[in-house]
Structure formats: C-alpha cells, structure tokens
C-alpha cells in the first residue's frame, strides 16, 4: 500500500501539533498508509542519530515529509543528526525518486523558517527525491498559508501553548498539504 512517512523533531510540542495536522491530511486519502515518526533526542548518541528501525521504516516509504521547529535561523540540532545519518541512504540512493516535502514552525511571523524549508529541499535533492510544494493562495479569510509560504508549510508558535498554537489556520494548511502529498503518492504507484 502507498505509505506516506512523517518524521519530525519538536521541542516542546508545537511541531508535534502541524505534524499531527499533515498526518490527518495524508490518512485522509483512500488506500494510504501513514507513519507518523517522533525523533528523539535519545537516539542521538555522541552527536551520532542511531536508530536503525527509523530509517528502515523511511526506507519502506513512498514519500516521507520532513519537519523541525526553527531554532536559530535553520532545523533543529536533532533534525539535522538524523538528516546527518540518512547519509548512508544517500550513498546507496535508497531514497532516490521518493517524494519529499517539509514543514516548520517558528516564533516570528518570518523568523527565518524559509532557511529550514530550504535545508529540507537540499536534503531532499541530494536524495534524488521528488520536491512538493504548497500551491495555496495566501490571505485567504479562513487563515490556509496565512504566512505565505510556498515552498512548504509554515506555521507560528512562541509562548503559548501547542494546544492553542499553531493556530487553526496554519493547521488546516498542514492537512491540505498532508493530502496533496498522499495523492500524488497515490497517482505516481498508480
Ligand atoms: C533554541 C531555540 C531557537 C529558536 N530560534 C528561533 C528562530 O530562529 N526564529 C524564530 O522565529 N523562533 C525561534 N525559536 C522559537 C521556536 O521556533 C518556536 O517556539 C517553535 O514553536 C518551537 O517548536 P516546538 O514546540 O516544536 O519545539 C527558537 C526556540 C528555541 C528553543
């Protein structure tokens, strides 16, 4: 069955809510499987991300969507060690023609998050994988991609809680963009 894969660092749980949002969009799809995968900071070992069953499960994935909070202007330390160990899969192409997309969320409105986008494209293209982006318009009155991002999905969390934060809108993006994902997935096994 096509399986969508979802793997995501979140520090304090606001990540974990957009992540939640993408998965709900991407189960929604008639015939699709999904996976929603936590990193933890545990697996990391001496700066090393070492966790075998993960990267097997991503292996066995039509597309995986990547996630992380912005902190400090890029992914998280450890999105960036699984990124890091995922080398081994980029040395033998595993991932090669897998589709691929991301996600963040930040503090500020901007707060640099395009800069992660871009590292999960980077890392998406140095797997030969397949880029989907977000086509849906900004400033649309029920809040979908309020923050204007094309290039994958943003959303705004800083202080407050993750239950109240992303806001509705930003979460809805999160959905329409897990589906659209799941379908193209579904169109390319076709
Ligand atoms: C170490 C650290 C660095 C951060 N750097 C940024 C940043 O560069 N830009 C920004 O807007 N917010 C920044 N933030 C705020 C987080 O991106 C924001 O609170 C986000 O919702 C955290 O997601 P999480 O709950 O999934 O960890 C930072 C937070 C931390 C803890």
């Known amino acids: 069955m096509p399986t969508v894969s979802i ?37 990391i070992v001496k700066g090393r991300y070492d966790n075998e069953e993960v990267l097997a499960k991503l292996d066995a994935s039509d597309a995986i969507i990547f996630g992380s909070p912005t902190y400090m202007g890029g992914p998280a330390a450890q999105f960036k060690a699984f990124a890091d160990a995922s080398g081994g899969r980029w040395f033998a192409g595993a991932w090669k023609d897998k589709i691929a997309g991301g996600f963040t969320v930040s ?55 993750p239950e109240v934060a992303p806001s509705g809108g930003d979460k809805l993006t999160g959905e329409l963009f897990g589906k659209r994902v799941a379908e193209f997935t579904v169109k390319i096994k076709r």
């Open 107 to 161: 503090m500020s409105p901007s707060g640099d998050k395009s800069n992660t986008l871009q590292y999960m494209f980077t890392l998406a293209m140095q797997h030969g994988m397949v880029w989907i982006g977000q086509p849906e318009k900004p400033l649309q009155p029920n809040g979908i991609n309020r923050l204007g991002s094309n290039g994958g999905v943003m959303a705004q969390a800083g202080q407050e809680s």
């Open 7 to 43: 793997i995501f660092f979140s520090g304090a749980g606001h990540t974990t809510k957009l992540a939640e949002a993408i998965n709900q969009g991407a189960a929604s799809v008639a015939g699709i499987t999904t996976n929603l995968i936590s990193l933890s900071g545990d697996d």
